[in-house]
């Protein structure tokens, strides 16, 4: 690349500079305010989320102590079973007990437990033995759901060693109600069991968390309770819930949909609560739309000042190069290069392909020195404009044209497909017709009649543009001396 083209091209740089720092600065200024109003807006909802999950924790940790008080009682009530008399000594399995007596132990401590019993909405609260017999509150569901496994599996449910005692639910797919049994003697369990719709109580929520979902699930995540409408007890617990708070205890898990806490209880429970993302984020949505509209604002008003202050700070340097730019590359006509810049963008055409023939043509207007001084420099120039606009009417299909002097123009025609002879007898035909549209008579007080013309060199070749230019030019010069309009080289 010339030194020109390098130039010519750092000016037009300078140029787009101003529309280039206009877009540089409305981009920069909105990825800084994106990412300001995106940092902004994921921080607020972290903030958000953690404010909830504090809450959701806390909560559930209450609802914990809520249960664990709610089955203590029943453990209460349980133990006072003892005080009932005969209940810790009579066996109904014993086959040497008195028939009679049976019968009046039996309606006693029936009447005591029936007693004890009184103010709590229970299922059972009874004693089973060894022989199935029952004495108490024992409902036929209950009979009916363990059969003849009555004793038996109700005794296996008695699995804490140290107050001989055990909590179950789920027995052959029944999470209806929950069991409470305890140890009365060798022989006898006590039974207490109560409907899983009680723990509604237990499991209130409060107003401002009442999108909460609570669960209350056994040690295979089946659900024993829950406060969502049409959950089915006995289910496992839902699929999006399930995977965040599987093999979890005493933690909050910020899940793919949900905001879940679960909390070990009894041993082998689980109290699980979660809220789903879009309803603890839905109070946010007015903030997020207030937040987007500001930065947007920011962002336009921010854009347009920018724009203004860099217009008004490039106008001097876009004029400056502007007139410098044109210049280099244009000499007084649009389309018309300087010297240089024809020669340079000539040379590089040329040695783009060796083998392509290529035309140049030197136009020159005679005797240029006596119109300027028989004639005013005005007369001059709208000759040399003439001259201008006739190569462009006559050469339509150039590669460039430039000016090589004050009275002379240069032409570079490209060869499209024809031969040699030929392409230099239709530049010689076309320059004849440049001269005879050129040719003018001025008149003048002191002289009379004066002929404008022009004189016209061209040659034909390849590869090297110099030597074409030089060998036009020396058909120039033989036209000039010998008073032709036209010679050519080949």
């Not at 239709?426 to 002929?451: I, P, V």
Request: negative net charge.
């Amino acid at each position: 690349m010339t030194r020109d083209q390098i130039q010519a091209q750092g000016l037009e740089k300078i140029r787009k500079m101003s529309k280039l720092m206009i877009i540089g600065f409305a981009v920069i200024v909105m990825a800084a305010i994106i990412a300001i109003t995106a940092f902004t807006v994921s921080r607020y909802d972290e903030l958000t989320k953690a404010k909830v999950g504090s809450m959701t924790s806390t909560l559930n940790v209450q609802l914990k102590l809520n249960l664990e008080s709610y089955l203590s009682r029943m453990e209460t009530i349980g133990t006072l079973a003892y005080s009932v008399d005969n209940a810790y000594s009579y066996d109904a399995s014993d086959a040497s007990n008195d028939e009679y007596e049976a019968i009046n132990t039996e309606k006693q401590i029936a009447a005591d437990l029936g007693n004890l019993c009184l103010m709590e909405n229970f299922v059972d609260y009874g004693i089973v033995y060894a022989n199935n017999s029952t004495v108490g509150k024992i409902s036929n569901g209950t009979i009916k759901l363990f059969g003849d496994k009555l004793y038996t599996d109700l005794s296996a449910m008695v699995d804490r060693d140290r107050t001989h005692d055990g909590w179950n639910t789920g027995y052959n797919g029944d999470y209806d109600r929950i069991y409470y049994v305890k140890r009365m003697h060798e022989n006898a369990v006590l039974v207490i069991s109560f409907y899983t719709e009680e723990l509604d109580s237990v499991f209130e929520n409060p107003e401002n968390l009442s999108d909460m979902e609570i669960r209350l699930t056994d040690s295979n995540y089946n659900m024993i309770y829950s406060s969502v409408k049409g959950d089915i007890c006995g289910q496992t617990v839902p699929e999006r819930i399930l995977s965040d708070v599987r093999d979890k205890d005493m933690m909050v898990i910020n899940g793919s949909e949900n905001l879940s806490t679960v909390n070990g209880v009894n041993d082998d429970w689980f109290i699980v609560c979660s809220i789903p993302e879009d309803v603890i984020l839905k109070e946010t949505v007015d903030i997020r739309k207030y937040i987007y509209i500001a930065a947007a604002l920011a962002a336009i008003a921010a854009a347009v000042a920018g724009a203004v202050f860099i217009r008004r700070m490039a106008d001097p340097v876009g004029t400056v190069t502007s007139s410098l730019s044109k210049e280099i590359s244009e000499d007084g006509f649009e389309n018309v290069l300087g010297r240089r810049f024809f020669r340079d963008k000539a040379d590089n055409l040329m040695k783009k392909d060796n083998n392509q023939s290529y035309a140049v043509v030197i136009a020159a207007i005679n005797n240029y020195g006596d119109i300027l001084e028989k004639f005013d420099p005005e007369v001059a120039e709208v000759q040399v404009a003439r001259l201008v606009e006739n190569i462009g009417e006559v050469f339509t299909d150039v590669e460039c044209i430039g000016r090589v002097s004050d009275n002379a123009f240069s032409v570079l025609i490209k060869n499209v497909d024809m031969d040699q002879d030929g392409f230099l007898l239709l530049t010689k035909s076309r320059a004849e017709d440049l001269c005879e549209m050129f040719k003018q008579t001025e008149y003048t007080n002191t002289m009379g009649s004066f002929d404008i013309t022009v004189s016209v060199g061209t040659a034909v070749g390849s590869g090297d543009y110099s030597s074409i230019y030089n060998n036009a030019y020396k058909a120039l010069s033989r036209a000039v001396n010998s008073n032709s309009s036209l010679s050519a080289l080949i």
